[in-house]
């Protein structure tokens, strides 16, 4: 297959995601990565080898301080141009003459519009439907807001509602012009059929076991760790105050491993762990190496976020040989077996607190969990088998498009 590849999503699950895909797909058929970049930055190094890359340049209009609505209104005026430049990318594509276009997510939360102009073949990977539309939790007024922050988002609602409108409305319309819609667990396809009216195809994702693997040496049973975005969807909040009612004599140090996130939610964070009486250490911006040396330091990995699309990181843990303790919602349910390879518990704080004191009291159990949870990954989870299932889902769409053009060529 000939395949044109377009995402630019910020940085994240999503991406890291997209890209070990993008990567092994590359090793099989000849792929063509498309980019934007900012002139005024240098151009990103790649995270996906044996591709061919083609950077395409888009100038937003800077921002001014204290710009307030001014600034609302270059927003808005970018998300036009923005649509307008995807059209002439679409146009650039199709003049190649791909087998098809997989495209995924964009910066801003929505489905390119590249895909409501594209005359090649497209699959969408729709990692979430954007979910600050949809669920409370992952609006701004979620996160951990000073008073003149919260004021300045009434300020400046009626522009924020009509930027949001037009996201969505392009968001919609991309969405249904896409030939196929691709998605990470049978929990957000029916989150694509409840936002979009459309059925998706599950190509579950994957992980690397021989990067993230245990260590020989047990870790300290005093130390869990939770890893994510740092965002009041992400449930720290739950697991600290869950932790803090463990008894004392045998409560655990909690690391958070947080890549982004506002800025206020570290010191909100730490000043809830004070509270509640837990050792914290939040680490962010941290390499992948750091990483999984803090998975590999520690007993135990927590999940509390609120309906998780996937949960990239409990691949990650697993592979490090932890045993999971999450929430039993999103698609944590269709990764995690609870009584195997760790325990899901309802979103409650003391049925929370009772797994997690159950399963580091138990060096044996939290020996089964981990090496069942090794063991599922090397035969459900890696990324070859995920790169096989996108594949296999892609090949019907280039097959039409290489039939029509053997049709036009007689």
């Not at 297959?1 to 895909?21: I, K, Q, T």
């Not at 400046?156 to 249904?176: G, H, L, M």
């Not at 090397?378 to 892609?394: F, I, K, M, T």
């Amino acid at each position: 297959m000939r395949v044109a590849v377009w995402h630019d999503p910020p940085s994240g699950g999503a991406r890291r995601a997209f890209s070990e895909l993008v990567r092994r797909l590359a090793r099989r058929h000849t792929v063509q990565l498309y980019r934007t970049i900012d002139p005024g930055e240098a151009a990103p190094a790649s995270q996906v080898s044996d591709v061919r890359i083609e950077d395409l340049v888009f100038s937003p209009r800077p921002q001014r301080r204290l710009g307030l609505y001014w600034n609302d209104l270059l927003t808005y005026r970018d998300l036009q141009d923005y649509d307008w430049w995807e059209r002439g990318l679409a146009s650039r594509i199709d003049a190649v003459g791909y087998d098809l276009a997989l495209v995924s997510v964009l910066r801003s939360g929505q489905a390119p519009s590249a895909l409501a102009y594209l005359q090649t073949p497209t699959a969408y990977y729709c990692h979430e439907p954007p979910r600050r539309f949809w669920e409370p939790w992952c609006r701004p007024e979620a996160a951990p807001l000073s008073r003149y922050e919260r004021l300045r988002l009434l300020w400046r609602w009626p522009t924020r509602a009509v930027i949001e409108s037009a996201i969505r409305r392009r968001d919609q319309r991309n969405v249904a012009r896409a030939g196929l819609v691709l998605t990470n667990s049978e929990y957000t396809r029916g989150r694509i059929q409840a936002v979009y009216r459309r059925d998706a195809t599950v190509c579950y994702l994957g992980v690397d076991p021989e990067y993230f693997r245990p260590l020989l040496d047990p870790p300290s049973p005093k130390r869990v760790i939770s890893v994510g975005a740092l965002e009041a969807h992400k449930g720290f909040d739950f697991v600290i105050r869950a932790l803090g009612m463990i008894p004392t004599e045998r409560r655990p140090e909690l690391t958070i491993v947080g890549a982004s996130g506002h800025p206020r939610m570290p010191s909100s964070l730490q000043r809830l762990a004070s509270r509640v009486q837990v050792r914290l250490r939040i680490c962010q911006a941290i390499s992948d190496d750091e990483l999984r040396l803090a998975y590999q330091a520690s007993a135990l990995f927590v999940f509390g976020a609120r309906q998780e699309p996937f949960g990239l990181v409990l691949l990650e843990a697993m592979a490090c040989g932890l045993p999971v303790v999450a929430v039993a919602e999103g698609g944590v349910p269709e990764i995690v077996r609870s009584g195997e390879t760790g325990l899901l518990v309802p979103r409650d704080e003391a049925a929370f607190a009772a797994a997690i004191d159950s399963v580091l009291r138990d060096p044996k159990l939290r020996r089964r969990f981990g090496a069942n949870a090794r063991q599922d990954v090397d035969e459900r989870w890696s990324w070859e088998d995920a790169a096989n299932r996108l594949e296999q889902s892609l090949f019907p769409i280039a097959a039409g498009r290489s039939s029509l053009s053997q049709m036009e060529c007689r």
